[in-house]
């Protein structure tokens, strides 16, 4: 198993891998400049995912790794781009943090949250989060499933919600591997079984990248029910075909490897029929459409993300035209990015990529 130093490098990675609900191809809530930027306050340090609700109401994760002084929380940006706290988090018993990453609503309006304790010195200890909502207002927070090594990316169809775990030990040629898990939106208090062998196991992939050792991370279903995961240190989009029980019948790369220096979070786009790729190394958005051609939609230089540049991306999601970017703003080796600074910023882009 990777070390923990190792994880903490590979965590700052954003993950996501929180995939937002497709009510994102509704009309643009008001017309507007792009780009531009929508500024957090101080205490959101590090923006991860966002799910969209159905009015354009985008709920953002912010785990606070750059600066863990700052509790994980979840942020509530309007359609007119007010931002304000959505709720705090439950901190884990052991840990006595809380990092949320991916994040998704479910048809009921309650939110699944991958809390992803990779700080800790202790594996195993993530967890899988439902944020109950009535009225749009946040309420009790339970526990769906804890036990998960780097809880990541989320994703919800059918009754049931994915987890990515994009770290769970070695194979047996010494690569990274990972896992997709699947539990029903209404389990509470599972514990995860490690070894491969719990019964929520939907999943394995394996990165063979020695420079980035992160593997399953964004998540996200096209309208046919195929599964796409993006393999972060091998920088390829899986597609997973699964039958009714939810099992693996067929698992290819989607995309070819040498496109992208990554692939973070990711965001299915069913109005154009793309995948949006949040590649963190390039500071770059990427298009994937469903035979696997890639382009690139935005791409920025170094920069601190103040006039709505892309500043170290970790997901980006559709808001009617506008697609929007959570600037993670980490330094890796071979990033653009070279600081982590103020403002901390989500981007506003045109969908069909910068004017």
Not at 285 to 313: E, W
Request: glycine share 10%; proline share 6%; with cysteine.
């Amino acid at each position: 198993m990777m070390t923990r130093i190792t994880l903490q490098l590979a965590v700052m990675f954003g993950f996501l891998g929180l995939s937002a609900t497709h009510a994102a191809d509704a009309p643009a809530p008001r017309p507007a400049t792009v780009p531009r930027a929508i500024v957090l306050p101080d205490n959101c340090n590090t923006p991860d995912a966002m799910a969209v609700l159905p009015d354009g109401t985008l709920i953002l994760s912010v785990p606070n790794f750059t600066d863990p002084t700052s509790p994980g929380v979840l942020m509530k940006i309007a359609p007119d781009d007010r931002v304000s706290l959505f709720c705090k988090l439950p901190p884990h018993p052991q840990t006595g943090g809380v990092f949320p990453m991916g994040v998704r609503q479910a048809p009921s309006g309650d939110l699944y949250v991958a809390d992803c304790q990779i700080l800790d010195t202790t594996p195993d200890n993530s967890r899988l989060l439902c944020v109950r909502v009535t009225d749009g207002r946040s309420g009790q927070v339970e526990v769906v499933a804890d036990g998960l090594n780097v809880a990541n990316g989320v994703a919800i169809r059918d009754g049931y919600v994915y987890v990515t775990d994009s770290e769970t030990g070695k194979t047996a040629d010494g690569a990274v591997a990972s896992s997709v898990y699947r539990f029903r939106l209404s389990d509470r208090g599972v514990q995860v079984q490690k070894g491969g062998g719990d019964p929520h196991l939907v999943a394995t992939l394996k990165t063979v990248s020695k420079e980035i050792p992160v593997g399953a991370d964004g998540i996200d279903f096209d309208e046919h029910g195929n599964l796409y995961v993006a393999n972060c240190g091998d920088a390829v989009i899986e597609k997973l075909v699964l039958n009714q029980a939810g099992r693996v019948v067929q698992q290819t790369a989607l995309t070819a490897s040498g496109q992208m220096k990554s692939a973070d979070g990711i965001f299915y786009d069913r109005s154009t029929q793309q995948i949006f790729v949040a590649d963190v190394l390039a500071n770059a958005i990427r298009a994937v459409t469903l035979d696997g051609r890639v382009k690139t939609v935005a791409q920025s230089g170094d920069n601190d993300g103040s006039a709505g540049q892309l500043d170290g991306p970790s997901e980006a999601v559709v808001r009617g035209q506008e697609l929007i970017a959570a600037n993670f703003d980490r330094v890796f080796p071979g990033s653009v990015n070279t600081q982590s600074e103020k403002p901390y910023t989500l981007a506003v882009l045109n969908k069909a990529g910068q004017p």
